[in-house]
Every structure is written in structure tokens, then in C-alpha cells.
């Protein structure tokens, strides 16, 4: 049973272009959120897509948007890039129950260095 | 705002002994506490957690601990074993779903032979 699969591993982009970042949820799995987290600081949470909807969203700005498709799988995208998105991004899954006890499985992440 | 603290970045404990590491939180609204574990170039992964409601839940060598009136949370390992040796996170979730986790910094656990 694959777990939660992320793409590519590592990326190396220039200040102001583009990026997409891929994630495939475990299997059975509806819900995929994505975190930021920068080099000596926790996962930041950046938003969370069910039914192909972004449900939740934190404090980032508009240059981060999302997608998820019908097969559950979703792509972060980040335009204008900054220095400062230079971070691992990891993606989560879970099955949506409601739950206050729903557990998160995460990727290993994408390395995005931002030069 | 820093609403989930682990103020000890690094903790070095020989293998044998129980590991303790701290959590902080702020926010009066969080109502269930995880701990997570990360190894290089893997994704953290789920290790222990902790309903509001409770105030302390084991799980083989892992106990964690909570206190709400102090808002303070610990993972106590015991005994510590060299495969233990790994960045630990604490983290916290509300009624705004599980999905949403608020993360501490970390803690860079080691655990020396």
C-alpha cells in the first residue's frame, strides 16, 4: 500500500517564476493538506482541499493556490517566487471523518530552493 | 504568534534512559495534541496523542502527558533506544478539524549508545 507520494523530490527555481508541486494522497484517502516548513521551524499549515475545494486556508498569501483532482490527487502552485519560499513542502492525507482523532500521513516533501 | 512552543531545540540522552521532551501551547481553543517523529528526508509520522479530555495516554514505551491548566504537554520515552534519534514535533488541532495542525519548532532528539 503506497503512502503518500510527493513530486519531484528536490527543485531548484529563480526568484519570480512559478512552481507546481505534486502530491498523491494514501490510498482510500479523500483529504490532502499542505504544509510549509522552513529550515529549523515546524510544518506551517498552508491549506487543506476536500472534494476538490479548498476547505481551510492559513496565513499565506494569494500566490499560493491549489488544486485537487477527481482521483483525490492535488498540485500546490506558487507564482512570483520569492527567496523566501525557499522551504520543504509537505503534503498530508486523511480519510475526512470529523474526527477530532483523524490522523495526518504526510510525503517526504518537496525540497523548493529559491534562488 | 507562536502558539505551540517547544523551547528545547536539541536533547541528548543516553540509551537506557527515559527522554523528556516539553511542549508549550497558547491557545485555550486547541483540543487534541499529537506528537509527531521525523527522520532526514522522511515526513514526520504519527507517534502518540492526547485528547483534551485526558491527561495522560500510553502506548508501549511512549506516555504523553498533559497538563491544561499549565498548557503544557510532555513525551516521555522510556527506555531510549538509538533508532528514537530524530527531530520530534509537537502539535495541536481544534474544532476546526484534524487536518489544520498547529506545529511546535521541534526537538532534535539524540540518543547516545
Known amino acids: 500500500d503506497a503512502g503518500v507520494t510527493q513530486s519531484p523530490t528536490h527543485l531548484i527555481k529563480t526568484r519570480g517564476q512559478q512552481v507546481t508541486l505534486r502530491c498523491s494522497p494514501k490510498s482510500g484517502h479523500d483529504t490532502v493538506s499542505w504544509y510549509q516548513q522552513a529550515l529549523g521551524q515546524g510544518p506551517q499549515f498552508i491549506f487543506q482541499y476536500y472534494e476538490e475545494e479548498e476547505r481551510q486556508r492559513g496565513n499565506f498569501p494569494d500566490r499560493f493556490s491549489g488544486h485537487q483532482f477527481p482521483n483525490y490527487s492535488s498540485e500546490l502552485n506558487v507564482n512570483a517566487l520569492l527567496l523566501g519560499d525557499s522551504a520543504l513542502y509537505l503534503c498530508?492525507?486523511?480519510?475526512?471523518?470529523?474526527?477530532?482523532?483523524?490522523?495526518?500521513?504526510f510525503g517526504s516533501g518537496t525540497q523548493l530552493s529559491v534562488l | 504568534d507562536q502558539q505551540v512552543k517547544q523551547n528545547s531545540p536539541s536533547l541528548s540522552v543516553q540509551e537506557g534512559r527515559i527522554s523528556i521532551l516539553n511542549c508549550d501551547y497558547t491557545n485555550s481553543m486547541f483540543d487534541y495534541f499529537l506528537w509527531y517523529k521525523k527522520y532526514p528526508a522522511e515526513g514526520p509520522t504519527f507517534l502518540i496523542s492526547i485528547s483534551s479530555i485526558k491527561d495522560k495516554n500510553e502506548d508501549g514505551r511512549f506516555t504523553v502527558f498533559l497538563n491544561k491548566s499549565a498548557k503544557h504537554l510532555s513525551l516521555h520515552i522510556v527506555p531510549s533506544q538509538p533508532g528514537d534519534s530524530a527531530v520530534y514535533f509537537c502539535a495541536a488541532s481544534g474544532l476546526w478539524g484534524a487536518q489544520k495542525l498547529v506545529f511546535g519548532q521541534g526537538t532534535r532528539l539524540t540518543i547516545n549508545p
Open positions: 498530508a492525507s486523511s480519510k475526512l471523518s470529523g474526527a477530532t482523532n483523524e490522523k495526518l500521513f
